[in-house]
């Protein structure tokens, strides 16, 4: 049973685009955690400016949440110190989506759990209560993608599946919720494996991160009950985390549940971004080719 005087890890990635999200991920954790459990909230910070830093701070409960700021700069070097490839996808993904595999490595040796979680996410349950599943040795706890589930599938699971030699009905997780089981993670290499498979396997790499990890994790996860990262293109009453994949609820062009949507602002309303005016899908492609010019250079 966890105590409550131990802080819970949780680790996160972040860019200036989306803070407004990972405002609203921390209040919907706060308010429905446990009476006196603490987060240590670890940010892989890529280019926040100090202005939404601060804000972030005013909108947090210090009493509950500590936010432990790591640059992604500080994560380049340790790439770089160790020798690893760092994969250039040809996907429009923000680079980093790479560095969660990382949070092994900045969080102090005493910790051996750590929730990875993606910012466009809201939490309607006590978040301590995945800190208790038992991994049983396993390398991470995950939920079953439902649009993917098998490795087989064919436009979002791993097309070289047979050339892998990995059988097609393999189960494929989706990584927006990562229960990581921090001492197996170093003791598997896992973030060396999966930079180099990203590497290897370009062309093959549709969800480069996730294409990555389900190849290196095969058959060595634990499948958590679905609504612990429940996809808003689904209704469902009372999903535990509500993942906002697709548009986000930020966006003009935002079309699926209004009801999440709802939660969604209900939570960001109490942040320093309350009354936030959606924003344009202009801004929204202007943000993914930022991306592809990034990889370029």
Not at 195 to 209: G, L, S, T
Not at 233 to 259: A, G, T
Not at 261 to 285: C, H, V
Request: charged share 20%.
């Amino acid at each position: 049973m966890l105590q409550t005087n131990q802080p819970i890890s949780i680790g996160v990635a972040c860019d200036n685009h989306y803070i407004m999200l990972l405002a609203a991920l921390i209040k919907s954790i706060e308010a429905n955690i446990r009476e006196g459990q603490k987060v240590n909230l670890y940010i892989i910070e890529d280019n926040v400016s100090n202005r939404n830093r601060n804000k972030l701070q005013q909108s947090i409960n210090p009493e509950i949440t500590t936010l432990i700021w790591k640059p992604i700069r500080s994560i380049i070097r340790k790439i770089i110190a160790n020798k690893m490839k760092l994969p250039v996808d040809n996907s429009s993904y923000p680079m980093n989506i790479y560095f969660r595999f990382f949070i092994p490595f900045f969080v102090p040796d005493d910790v051996e759990k750590v929730l990875y979680l993606d910012v466009d996410m809201i939490v309607q349950k006590d978040i301590t209560e995945l800190f208790e599943v038992d991994l049983n040795n396993h390398v991470v706890g995950a939920v079953l993608d439902p649009r993917i589930l098998t490795f087989d599938n064919s436009w979002g699971g791993v097309l070289n599946y047979k050339a892998l030699g990995i059988p097609g009905d393999t189960k494929y997780f989706n990584t927006g919720l990562l229960l990581m089981n921090i001492p197996k993670w170093k003791e598997l290499n896992v973030t060396e494996k999966i930079m180099q498979c990203i590497y290897d396997n370009r062309k093959f790499a549709n969800y480069p991160d996730q294409y990555a990890l389900n190849i290196v994790l095969a058959n060595q996860w634990v499948e958590l009950n679905s609504l612990w990262n429940h996809f808003c293109v689904f209704e469902h009453p009372s999903p535990y985390i509500i993942h906002f994949v697709q548009r986000k609820p930020i966006y003009q062009s935002y079309n699926n549940s209004l009801i999440y949507k709802e939660i969604f602002f209900s939570y960001l309303n109490k942040t320093k971004w309350k009354n936030l005016q959606p924003i344009g899908e202009m801004n929204r492609y202007v943000k993914k080719i930022r991306n592809i010019i990034d990889k370029l250079f």
